[in-house]
T-cell receptor, first 110, second 114 residues
Framework: RKEVEQDPGPFNVPEGATVAFNCTYS??????FFWYRQDCRKEPKLLMS???SGNEDGRFTAQLNRASQYISLLIRDSKLSDSATYLC???????????FGPGTRLSVLP | GAGVSQSPSNKVTEKGKDVELRCDPI?????LYWYRQRLGQGLEFLIY????????KSGLPSDRFSAERTGESVSTLTIQRTQQEDSAVYLC????????????FGSGTRLTVV
């Protein structure tokens, strides 16, 4: 089993749609969780951290379920500019490198 | 500077030549990472430096790859006797020591081996 797995995608949705991405991780000792976005031919950029209590940033909501080792990202009222690849990132035990999921590509269509 | 700086931004080299890629992390960031991303693929971990600890080299694909870091500053990734399969974007990232902060990536070096 891969350390971090994501929905394979791609997701093609119309503007204004709500879309949800799922991510699972294998290491139950993982400490920190993030969502990154990567635009075509650009470097990944931090979108948001994911906290146990869940957190929201505008149209974006992230949830963490430690018992199920599951992370989600919900995008409401999607915009054309949300088109990108979304990467789930998990930090294992302290002192070890972050593990990136393979990413899920989103295309928001006019 | 305010961000992670990588140089060169693009490098074309002939098969068999050595190349050196440079990364300047954000000042004060103790952790530095190198990743490789082939076209249309995910990020592949290469090496991780954390302060003065021994680096985690578990992701280096072969002994042609090596990396150095001077203290908590500049890092160089060296690829010896480059092969065509080394063609990729090499991304450097840095982060503070706390696990609660994500990485900040540089814009990468696009390496093409011809």
């Amino acid at each position: 089993r891969k350390e971090v797995e994501q929905d394979p995608g791609p997701f093609n949705v119309p503007e204004g749609a709500t879309v949800a991405f799922n991510c699972t991780y294998s290491n139950s000792a993982s400490q920190s969780f993030f969502w990154y976005r990567q635009d075509c031919r650009k470097e990944p950029k931090l979108l948001m951290s994911v906290y146990s209590s869940g957190n929201e940033d505008g149209r974006f909501t992230a949830q963490l379920n430690r018992a199920s080792q599951y992370i989600s990202l919900l995008i409401r009222d999607s915009k054309l500019s949300d088109s990108a690849t979304y990467l789930c990132v998990v930090s294992p035990e302290y002192g070890q490198n972050f593990v990136f999921g393979p990413g899920t590509r989103l295309s928001v269509l006019p | 500077g305010a961000g992670v700086s990588q140089s060169p931004s693009n490098k074309v080299t002939e098969k068999g030549k050595d190349v050196e890629l440079r990364c300047d992390p954000i000042s004060g960031h103790t952790a530095l990472y190198w990743y490789r991303q082939r076209l249309g693929q995910g990020l592949e971990f290469l090496i991780y430096f954390q302060g003065n600890s021994a680096p985690d080299k578990s992701g280096l694909p072969s002994d042609r790859f090596s990396a150095e870091r001077t203290g908590e500053s500049v890092s160089t990734l060296t690829i010896q006797r480059t092969q065509q399969e080394d063609s990729a974007v090499y991304l450097c990232a840095s982060s503070p020591s706390s696990l609660n902060y994500g990485y900040t990536f540089g814009s990468g070096t696009r390496l093409t081996v011809v």
